[in-house]
Structure formats: structure tokens, C-alpha cells
């Protein structure tokens, strides 16, 4: 990797149009998050706050090359809760700014640790999982059916479906309208990912993503002139709030109910939303790095306090809670981003577009959005990373496929935690069968410095290893010995393996190995 990759002004011709992407894929999410968060139309625009906080403040301050942050699903029914218990929205603000304050705390308390021990192929299952029910759950959109809404990631729902009925109910409903805008969609987007259109000078900078969109909202205007039957209207398009002046903008924008710091439940609520809005960043942080065609390593502790600061933000103007989100942070990765600048770029269209043509957004019909997300899905989901996982043994497919299933059938926290459950299992079941320990030897400026791995090393060794190879001095020469070792986790494998040819020649580190297999690329990233 080139140092321009880490420079955020360097790539702009690639971050701008990725960008763009991540605006579009965002927009829907952050509107049905909104309104399934509060069941109240007229909070919508608080997912966009939350949206724009994300990209810009969080997305300026992370050390994250491509994690995109924004309101995310996870949180759904915690807010819904939330808002029950502390009976008004300005108090739940309250609860959201105190909640960024202890995950900055966590942060500088280094708690962002916790984000190296999620095993790899859990990680990995995490990403299948999500790209499945992303298809599952955007097939309705694309038929026309809109009950539910868009970016829902739990298998029961608010609408009283489960994904799978869902998509029967769905059947009952067919709009054609919106089946062929969703087919033209899917169309277009397969026909911008052939090599040939990278070759055309307007296609590399304009993304096949925007073309989708303006070309739904041309579709559903002819059938406005020439089929009225077919039109998309109401609740199968974009329903962004539309202000009539700038005063009425600004009252979007809510403040805290700063009353509510005597009340106890505030405090209760405030924990639980840095738990869990902080497991998800961790856990998002994981998996984009994974998806990182450049491998590049995200510090997890300013992460924390740049998600607190966002949620500090986000709460004293009115938005929802924060976290990165995996779907945007992909859709990023996927539409050629390399830098935070694609991140900071999403956020300022969604305000600039909030603000300035509200009324050209809410012509864009839903089934054009739910084509970008089933490719998004279908991405994340490639049967090349069932292949890979099998290939690597049961140790790392059956926690894998459990985490999969899990994920479907509960919602991304459940399921990772039952994911974890079968991965602790086998590397109990490996450290039962062999001792381990990690040494590293004292060492002088000017020596070869040498790490000898033990006998067993597992994905438990990932925070110190990683440190340790991240800590090294410029310049200097590491022999990295596994020759003793009776196995070495897949998720060690791979730290060695990115740092090596990744982070050392940055910092002109020579990289000696001695019985370190390589590891296999998996997913297609």
C-alpha cells in the first residue's frame, strides 16, 4: 500500500464517488431507523442528524480508513424502550449525550481492547449474515411491499413478520411498477460492475448507483404520463421532512431536556446504549478492516472516543444514537472509497440535501434503493467465502455457519453471541489438549528482535501480538518464530501475514518468518 492511501486528500476521484454511494444507501437507512426508533413521523429528521453527525464528526475524528457511522437498527429497540421509560424524546437526548461521555471515558481507559478478541470467523459469519438478511429483507422493498422498514436487521419485526413471512407477504402485495424499476435497477448496477464500463472517462467518476436512482424517478414519472396503474407514491418512496423556510428547518433540530439529570432511568439508559452501541462499533470496526483491500488497522480506543464525541453531538442537536454501521461501511469499500474522506463526504450531502432539496429526494422511489442494497447484500455474501471458511477446517466453519444462522434467526448482538459461544468451545477444547504462552525476548537498539511464539496460540493472543508488531521501531529487523508451535490460530496467521506485507514496509521494518504458514484471502476483498 502507498502512503497516498493514508492521505485524505490524495484520492479524492475515488472517495467523492464512493462517497455518493454511501449517501444514497444511507439516506433510506437512517429514515426507517428514525421512524421505527420513535414511531413519530415528525422525529425523522433525527436520523438524518445522526447520519450527518456520523459522517462528519465521527468520520473526522476516527482513525478508521472506511467505517461509516450512522444511526443503526441495532439500537431500535433500545430507543423504543428507552423513549417509553423516560416518557419524552428530549429526555432520551439527555441519555444519548451521557452515553457518548462514558465511551469516551472507555477510550481513554483503553477499553477498545475488547474489539481484538471477536474471532475472525466470527467476524466473517457476522458479514454473510448481514449480506443474507440485507436480501431477504430488501426483496419486499423491490416487490413494492414497504411495511417494514428499510434497513430492518432483526428476524422478528415491528410489522408482526418475521423475515420469512415477510417475503410471502410480499408475494400478496406485487407492485409491477416497482418489480421493473428494482429489475432495471439490478440491471444497471450488474452492467456498471463489467470491466468495460471502467473504461469509459464519465463512468469512473459518476457511480452506477446515482444512475440507478435518477433512473427510477424517470421510470415512475412515465408511468405518471403514460400508466398511471404502475406509479410508486406515499410509502414506496423517500419520505424526507420537507421545511417550508429555514426557521422551520431549524426546528427539526431538538436540545436535551437537561431537567432529566436527576432521574436515575437516564443514567440506566445511558449505559446500556454505550455497551451496546460500543460492541457494535467494535464489532463493525472488525469486519471493515477485513473488507480493507488494504488491510489497514483500525486504532479501536480513539474509535470509542471518536463514537463518543458523535453521540455527544448527535444527542445535544437532536439526532439518534450512533454507531458504525457494517452495511454503509461496505457499501463504502465496495464503491472503491480509500480514505475517511468518502466517510466525511456522505455526511455533508446528507445535511447539504436536507437542507437544500428535500422535495427532489422524496421523488426517489424505495424499489431503486432496495436494488443497491440487495448488491451491497450479495457482496458480503459470496458463496467464495462458504468455499474459504470450509476450506479452513471445523474449527473456523462450524462458528462460522453457527454465527450465520444465529444472526438470522435473532439480530446481530444474539447471534454474535452465540457465534462466540461455539468458537470458545473449540479454543477451550485446543488449550485442554496444549499450554500456551507468548514471549517476547528483551531486546537493544540495533539487534534483531525476536518473537517466539508457544506451542498454542489463539485468537486470545491477537491483542498483544498485534500491539506488540504494531509497537516495533522503525527501521529495525523482527524474526518472528513459530517453529515451536503446535498450532497457530487462522486470526494470528492473519495479523502476521497484514503486517508483514502491509505495515512493515511503511515503517521500512524487515520481516523475518520461521515455520509461519500463509493464510488465505478470503471473501473476494
Given at each position: 500500500?502507498?502512503?497516498?492511501?493514508?492521505?485524505?486528500?490524495?484520492?479524492?476521484?475515488?472517495d467523492l464517488?464512493?462517497?455518493?454511494?454511501?449517501?444514497?444507501?444511507?439516506?433510506?437507512?437512517?429514515l426507517?431507523?428514525?421512524?421505527a426508533?420513535?414511531?413519530r413521523?415528525?422525529?425523522?429528521?433525527?436520523?438524518?442528524?445522526?447520519?450527518?453527525?456520523?459522517?462528519?464528526?465521527?468520520?473526522?475524528?476516527?482513525g478508521?480508513?472506511?467505517?461509516?457511522?450512522?444511526?443503526?437498527?441495532?439500537?431500535?429497540?433500545i430507543?423504543?424502550?428507552?423513549?417509553?421509560?423516560?416518557g419524552s424524546f428530549?429526555?432520551?437526548?439527555?441519555?444519548?449525550?451521557?452515553?457518548?461521555v462514558?465511551?469516551?471515558v472507555?477510550g481513554?481507559?483503553k477499553?477498545?481492547?475488547?474489539?481484538?478478541?471477536?474471532?475472525s470467523?466470527?467476524?466473517?459469519?457476522?458479514?454473510?449474515?448481514i449480506?443474507?438478511t440485507?436480501?431477504?429483507?430488501?426483496?419486499?422493498?423491490a416487490?413494492?411491499y414497504?411495511?417494514?422498514?428499510?434497513g430492518?436487521?432483526?428476524?422478528?419485526?415491528?410489522?408482526?413478520?418475521?423475515?420469512?413471512?415477510e417475503?410471502?407477504a410480499?408475494?400478496?402485495?406485487?407492485s409491477i411498477?416497482a418489480?421493473i424499476?428494482s429489475?432495471v435497477s439490478?440491471g444497471?448496477?450488474?452492467?456498471?460492475?463489467r470491466?468495460?464500463?471502467?473504461?469509459?472517462q464519465?463512468?469512473?467518476?459518476?457511480?452506477?448507483?446515482l444512475?440507478?436512482v435518477l433512473?427510477?424517478?424517470l421510470?415512475n414519472?412515465?408511468?405518471?404520463?403514460?400508466?398511471?396503474?404502475?406509479?410508486l407514491?406515499?410509502?414506496h418512496?423517500v419520505?424526507?421532512?420537507?421545511?417550508g423556510n429555514?426557521?422551520?428547518?431549524?426546528s427539526f433540530f431538538?436540545t436535551?431536556?437537561?431537567?432529566?439529570?436527576?432521574?436515575?432511568?437516564v443514567?440506566?439508559?445511558?449505559?446500556?446504549?454505550a455497551i451496546?452501541?460500543?460492541l457494535?462499533?467494535l464489532?463493525?470496526?472488525?469486519?471493515?478492516?477485513?473488507?480493507d483491500?488494504?488491510k489497514?488497522s483500525?486504532p479501536t480506543?480513539?474509535?470509542?472516543i471518536?463514537q463518543?464525541?458523535?453521540?455527544?453531538t448527535?444527542?445535544l442537536?437532536g439526532?439518534?444514537?450512533?454507531t458504525?454501521?457494517?452495511?454503509?461501511s461496505?457499501?463504502?469499500?465496495?464503491?472503491?472509497?480509500?480514505s475517511?474522506?468518502?466517510?466525511?463526504f456522505?455526511?455533508s450531502?446528507?445535511?447539504?440535501?436536507?437542507?437544500?432539496?428535500?422535495?427532489?429526494?422524496?421523488?426517489?422511489?424505495?424499489?431503486?434503493?432496495a436494488?443497491?442494497?440487495?448488491?451491497?447484500?450479495?457482496?458480503l455474501?459470496?458463496?467464495?467465502?462458504?468455499?474459504?471458511?470450509?476450506?479452513?477446517?471445523k474449527?473456523q466453519?462450524?462458528?462460522?455457519i453457527?454465527t450465520?444462522?444465529?444472526?438470522?434467526?435473532?439480530?446481530?448482538?444474539?447471534g454474535?453471541?452465540?457465534?462466540m459461544?461455539?468458537a470458545?468451545?473449540?479454543?477451550?477444547?485446543?488449550?485442554?489438549?496444549?499450554?500456551?504462552?507468548?514471549e517476547k525476548?528483551?531486546?537493544?537498539e540495533?539487534?534483531v528482535?525476536?518473537?517466539?511464539?508457544s506451542?498454542?496460540?489463539?485468537?486470545?493472543?491477537?491483542?498483544?501480538?498485534?500491539?506488540?508488531?504494531?509497537?516495533?521501531?522503525?527501521?529495525?529487523?523482527?524474526?518472528?518464530?513459530?517453529?515451536?508451535?503446535?498450532?497457530i490460530?487462522y486470526?494470528?496467521l492473519e495479523?502476521?501475514?497484514n503486517?508483514r506485507n502491509?505495515?512493515?514496509?511503511?515503517?521500512n521494518?524487515?520481516?523475518?518468518t520461521?515455520?509461519i504458514?500463509?493464510?488465505?484471502s478470503?471473501?473476494?476483498?
Amino acid at each position: 500500500m502507498s502512503k497516498s492511501h493514508n492521505n485524505i486528500f490524495a484520492n479524492l476521484k475515488y472517495d467523492l464517488p464512493a462517497g455518493l454511494v454511501v449517501y444514497l444507501v444511507a439516506l433510506p437507512l437512517c429514515l426507517g431507523v428514525a421512524l421505527a426508533s420513535t414511531g413519530r413521523s415528525d422525529l425523522l429528521f433525527s436520523g438524518i442528524i445522526a447520519g450527518f453527525v456520523g459522517g462528519i464528526v465521527v468520520g473526522s475524528l476516527s482513525g478508521s480508513s472506511l467505517g461509516v457511522s450512522g444511526p443503526a437498527a441495532g439500537l431500535v429497540v433500545i430507543v423504543l424502550g428507552a423513549l417509553e421509560t423516560l416518557g419524552s424524546f428530549e429526555a432520551f437526548l439527555l441519555a444519548v449525550v451521557f452515553a457518548g461521555v462514558i465511551q469516551v471515558v472507555a477510550g481513554l481507559l483503553k477499553a477498545g481492547i475488547v474489539g481484538y478478541y471477536f474471532p475472525s470467523s466470527v467476524i466473517k459469519g457476522m458479514l454473510a449474515a448481514i449480506g443474507i438478511t440485507l436480501i431477504l429483507k430488501e426483496i419486499p422493498h423491490a416487490f413494492g411491499y414497504d411495511v417494514d422498514y428499510m434497513g430492518d436487521q432483526t428476524f422478528e419485526q415491528s410489522d408482526g413478520q418475521n423475515t420469512f413471512t415477510e417475503l410471502i407477504a410480499a408475494m400478496d402485495h406485487i407492485s409491477i411498477g416497482a418489480i421493473i424499476i428494482s429489475v432495471v435497477s439490478l440491471g444497471l448496477l450488474i452492467l456498471f460492475d463489467r470491466p468495460f464500463m471502467k473504461r469509459i472517462q464519465l463512468f469512473r467518476f459518476l457511480p452506477g448507483a446515482l444512475f440507478v436512482v435518477l433512473t427510477g424517478v424517470l421510470l415512475n414519472f412515465l408511468f405518471g404520463m403514460f400508466a398511471p396503474e404502475l406509479v410508486l407514491a406515499g410509502d414506496h418512496l423517500v419520505q424526507l421532512p420537507v421545511a417550508g423556510n429555514i426557521n422551520e428547518f431549524f426546528s427539526f433540530f431538538k436540545t436535551p431536556d437537561f431537567s432529566a439529570f436527576n432521574n436515575p432511568q437516564v443514567y440506566t439508559v445511558a449505559i446500556t446504549l454505550a455497551i451496546v452501541a460500543s460492541l457494535e462499533t467494535l464489532l463493525s470496526v472488525e469486519a471493515t478492516d477485513k473488507l480493507d483491500p488494504y488491510k489497514r488497522s483500525t486504532p479501536t480506543n480513539r474509535e470509542l472516543i471518536a463514537q463518543g464525541i458523535g453521540n455527544m453531538t448527535s444527542g445535544l442537536i437532536g439526532g439518534l444514537p450512533i454507531t458504525q454501521v457494517i452495511v454503509r461501511s461496505s457499501a463504502n469499500v465496495d464503491s472503491g472509497g480509500r480514505s475517511k474522506m468518502s466517510t466525511i463526504f456522505h455526511g455533508s450531502i446528507l445535511l447539504l440535501s436536507a437542507l437544500l432539496i428535500p422535495v427532489l429526494l422524496n421523488y426517489i422511489p424505495l424499489a431503486s434503493l432496495a436494488a443497491i442494497l440487495l448488491i451491497v447484500g450479495y457482496k458480503l455474501s459470496k458463496i467464495a467465502l462458504y468455499k474459504s471458511m470450509f476450506k479452513l477446517g471445523k474449527e473456523q466453519f462450524i462458528p462460522f455457519i453457527v454465527t450465520v444462522i444465529a444472526i438470522l434467526l435473532t439480530d446481530l448482538l444474539k447471534g454474535i453471541g452465540i457465534g462466540m459461544v461455539v468458537a470458545i468451545y473449540f479454543i477451550l477444547r485446543k488449550n485442554f489438549q496444549h499450554s500456551y504462552h507468548y514471549e517476547k525476548q528483551a531486546h537493544q537498539e540495533g539487534e534483531v528482535i525476536k518473537l517466539t511464539l508457544s506451542e498454542e496460540v489463539t485468537f486470545l493472543n491477537k491483542g498483544s501480538i498485534n500491539d506488540t508488531l504494531t509497537n516495533l521501531p522503525a527501521g529495525s529487523t523482527v524474526m518472528i518464530d513459530g517453529s515451536k508451535s503446535v498450532n497457530i490460530d487462522y486470526d494470528v496467521l492473519e495479523i502476521i501475514q497484514n503486517f508483514r506485507n502491509h505495515t512493515a514496509p511503511l515503517k521500512n521494518i524487515t520481516v523475518l518468518t520461521q515455520g509461519i504458514d500463509e493464510v488465505a484471502s478470503t471473501g473476494g476483498h
